[in-house]
Structure formats: C-alpha cells, structure tokens
C-alpha cells in the first residue's frame, strides 16, 4: 500500500516537473483544443456543417476566393451571420476572462481574485438594470444602452473602489479588498432593489446575470475586440512587474519596480478588459477564477507563461462551454461551465496533494 | 558612496530618527545595531531611497537618493526583503531570477548573462538542493536564505539588510557572516546590516553603529562601540550577558 502510493507520488511528481519544463508543449495542446473548439463549434448544432464548408465560407467572404465547394445560401447565413461570431466572441470573452483574472490573482496576491474582485460584476449589472428599466429604447450601431449602462458601470465601480480603497501603505491590498466588497454590497443592494421592481422586465435583468453569447454579433466583436485584446497585450507587456510584486510591496520596490503605478495601469487594464467582456455577454464566471488556477498548476507561476496560455486556454474553454450549452437547448453557458469544469478543477486540486502545488 | 545628513524622518507625527550624520565608504562593512524601535529599520528605508526624509538628505555618490530613477537605484542598492508569503507555488531558481529584474530589458525576460547571475548567487548561497524546491514549502530559514540569494543575484554594489539572520539556526547565521564577508572583501561590495545579535556583529564587521531613542550614541570599531558601559546603557542589560570577543580581548 505504503510502496504503491510512494510510486504514485513520484509519478505524479515526475509528470508535473515534466509538464513544467515544457511550457510549449502546453501552449501547442491548448492551441490545438482552441482550434479544434473553433471547428466544432462552427461545425455542430442542429444543421451541421462540415469543416470544408466552414472554410470554403470563411475564404470567399473574407477573400472572396471560390474553392469549389459548393455553399448553400443557407449554410452562408448559418457560417457567416450566426456561429462564426458567437464562436469568435466566446473564444474573445474567454480570453479577456481569463487574463483579467491572472492579473487580478497576482496584483492582489489572492488566489480567490476573480475579474470581478473589485466590484466590477455588480457595476455592470446595476447598469444592466437601470438601462432595462429606463424607458428609453437607444441603439447605436447594435449597441443599446444595456451594454453602454454595463460598460460604464463595471468602470465605474472599479474605479470607485480604486479611489476609496487607495493603494500604497501597509495593508493596502486588505483595504482594497474589503473596499470592493463593501461597494460591491452596496452596488448588489441596489441591483436587488431594480429587480424587486422590475416587475416583467425581471427576466432580462436574470439573463444578464447568468451570461450568456446569444447576443453575439460581428459588430459587437469587433468593438469590444481591440478593447480586450489591447488590454490583454498590455498586461503582458508588463509581466514581470506582475512577477515582481508576488514577493509583495517593499520587495517589489527594492527591485526597480514603481509598485503603486504598475498596480494602478494594471488594475486598470485588467478592469477594462472585464467592463468590455461583461458589457457584450453579461457576467459570465468560472472561467475567469480557475483558468488561471489550472494554468499555474501545469506552467508554474511566471507571467510571461501564464498569461499568454491563460489567454488561449480560457478562450478554448468558454467556446467549447458555449458549444455544450447550445447543443443541449440554450441553457446559460456559465452553468454548463461550472458543471462540467468544476469537477475537472478539484481532481486537479485533489492532485496538487501529489506534486503539483497550487 | 551613500550618506545620510542631518537626516530626521517619522510617520505621521512621530518622529524616529532625528539629525542623524552616517556615510558609508565604498567598500565598508558596517553593522547598524541597537534596541527594539530605536529606528534602525526606518533608517535602512531612508537611506535605501524608501521612506521620504523629513528633513535633511540621503546622497547615493553624490546624487539625492529621491531623484535616482528607480530602476538606477535598484542597480545601485540591493535590499534583502522581509521574509514574506508567495500567494501561488513557485519554484526557489525563479524567485532568484526575480533579482535580475532591474538588469533585464523590458519584455525579452532573462538572458544568459541573468541567467549565469542566478546560477552563481544560489550557488554561493548553498542553496543549489532547494532550486526546484516550491518556496511555500521551506522553513522560514530556508526562505531567508533564498531572499538573500535574491539579492545577491541583483549584483549591486551596495547590499542592505535587515536582520538577515533572524531565522536562521546559529549554523546558517554564522555562514551567512561568512558570505557577507566574503561578498564585501572579494566582490568589494558595501555591505549595511541591521543585526540584533551584538556577538555576530562584534565578530564579524569592522565597523559597527549605535543607534538608540533615534540618534546615533556612537560610530567606530566594536571595541570602540560595544564597551560594557554602552551596552549596559543602551540595551539595558548586564553586559555579561553578552559575551564578545572585543569585551574579552
């Protein structure tokens, strides 16, 4: 018993010191998932489209090239119009997600940091609300005022928190914290009370705050694309200042860095991404609090590893969640997510007692 | 090298150090020493550019130390933080090559010259068998000497410490003398130390400095500095109770 256990440990030991010696190899898997995701999902639902066609569509509208498969005009609309930007937005929300949520573990040093630690969750989804009960119908260029109400809100609180829960000093990171609780409390009172009195508007404000990519369109991916994966490049630019501050403030600064200004951009990156994901497919979870986790348990903690596979990864697993959720009838992605990952999380977990560590 | 005049510094209406004179040659090795709170630590801050002097000034060669960039200063002045938590798993050799952050170019990461730093300071730490090692799973000891490995790998020509061997047994105090020794008379680093321990002090630095209620009571060798009268003076106790090598030479 004793002896068998013993081997386990140094197996699962070995694998692990195998695994993070070759953070390549766990970019090239995640790529290959992302791209495989990317052709079911085009590819699955109730007509189903083979991957020739898919391409064939891709090619003659984005190059206007003909390879000789034949297309349906309905097989055109279904491609074009309908899967390839939900898929594409899901793989984007998944990405902002999951960046935002590295970033936010590492700037707070808290391993339960999630994109809406800073109160941004209950920001948008106030300005969810008020916008669905405002009796005032605006759309922009398919934007309504549902998502310009979520975007400035998720900013909003963030920065509320940035300013009241301040930034330099000893216990800083406690006081922003329980900062963004206290203005998330406030901010989740209020969104109660618009639901309480919503009355018939309750199920659009509900839809919100379940998440979800049926509203996905070309033109809202193309706005909030350039939002996500600005912020998501900046923040890797700045890695190893994310890497410097895990040895804490003082540290930090002794090391060259200018810790309440890289705190500061960074926050403020990592918050834009999240406002511009929430704002476009409601508050999605999950995948930002646990990419992350499984990201650091296979590459280790450097940022200049974990943010780029976390990127990859929480996009591969949001499109293949969106996927699973409109195969079995629409139901909201954030639930299939948790069902199905959050088991997968804790057999990691139940490892880490083995080798990996968290 | 860097010098510290009339400095007087405090938090919030308190005032901890006040007018003190102290310049560090190049080269020197100088133990700072006195009783708890008598503002040793905020000392090392002010002078290592982290705490904003009230009044007076910090020249590092000749620059004030407040207008030195940061990244210039971190080249400068290497400072042995606090023993803190990691909030996630990470391997001994990349907290280390943290200590190369003021040298590397910003977004290539580590080159091999980063890389050949990292290597020698964990070696010269003797703390090669912990390389792979989670630092979340060492003794509070171990990870003292994995800051100070930190450090060492930033190659300053200046190194500040603050109690660097609080945890340690009296086995690994002794070794990390010995490397600050071997550091400040083979690589001529300035070595500062703030230490509790007035034998190891004693033994192990020419020079050593008192510091009680926020002044500096007295500058020189031990033997000048750690007379029984001073000790029993500034530490309140009977100094039989500290048996140094200069007391019985």
Known sequence: MAAGA???????????????????????????????????GVGLGSVRVAPAETFAVILSRVFDIDIGVTITPATDVIVWDLRLPRVLTAMLIGCGLAVAGAT???????????????????????????????????????????????????????????????????????????????????????????????????RQIFSFLLGGLGGSSWVRLIVAAPLIIGSSLLIMARGRSLDGMLLGDAAAGHLGIDVSRERGILLALASMATAAAVAIS???????????????????????????????AGAALLSAADLGARLVGDVPVGVVMALLGSPFFLVLLHRSRSGYEL | MIAAKGLTVGYAG???????????????RLALVGPNGAGKSSLLRA??????????????LGERVEHV????????????????????????????????????????????????????????????????RDMRELSMGERQLVFIAVAVAQAAPILVLDEPTAHLDIRHQVDV???????????????LAVLHDLALAAHFFPRVVV??????VSDGTPAETLGAARIREVFGVDPALVRLAVGAG
């Open chain 1, 104 to 202: 936010f573990q590492g700037l707070l040093r808290n391993p339960l940091a999630d994109p809406y630690v800073l109160g941004t969750a209950s920001g948008a989804a106030v300005g969810a609300a008020i916008a669905v009960l405002l009796p005032i119908q605006l759309v922009v260029v398919e934007f309504g005022l549902l998502h310009g109400l979520a975007f400035a809100g998720a900013l909003a609180s963030a920065w509320l928190v940035f300013r009241l829960g301040g930034m330099g000093g000893a216990g800083g990171l406690t006081r922003l914290l329980l900062t963004g609780y206290a203005v998330g409390s406030v901010l989740a009172a209020v969104l109660t009370m618009a639901m309480y009195v919503s009355g018939a508007e309750l």
């Open chain 2, 177 to 191: 003398m010995e490397l600050l020794v071997d550091l400040n008379e083979r690589d001529g680093t300035t070595v």
């Open chain 2, 69 to 132: 960039p940061r990244k210039k200063l971190a080249r400068a002045i290497a400072v042995v933080p606090e023993v803190a938590d990691l909030p996630f798993a990470m391997p001994v050799a990349e907290v280390v090559a943290l200590g190369r952050l003021p040298h590397e170019p910003p977004l290539t990461g580590l080159r091999p010259t980063d890389a050949a730093a990292v290597d020698g300071a964990i070696e010269r730490i003797g703390i090669s068998h912990l390389r792979s």
């Open chain 2, 47 to 60: 002078m290592t550019g982290v705490l904003a002097p009230r009044a007076g000034s910090v020249e590092l």
């Open chain 1, 282 to 312: 409601g508050l999605i979870g999950f995948v930002g609090l646990v990419v992350p986790h499984v990201v650091r348990l296979l590459v280790g903690p450097a940022a200049h590893r974990v943010l780029p596979i976390s990127a990859l």
């Open chain 1, 6 to 40: 013993l081997a386990r440990d140094v197996e699962a030991g070995g694998l692990a010191a195998w695994v993070r010696a070759r953070p390549l190899v766990v970019g090239l898997v995640v790529v290959v998932a992302l791209l495989l995701t990317l052709v079911l």
């Open chain 2, 211 to 216: 510091l009680a209620d926020g002044r500096i």
């Open chain 2, 14 to 28: 308190r005032t901890v150090i006040e007018g003190a004179d102290l310049s560090v040659a190049p080269g020197e």
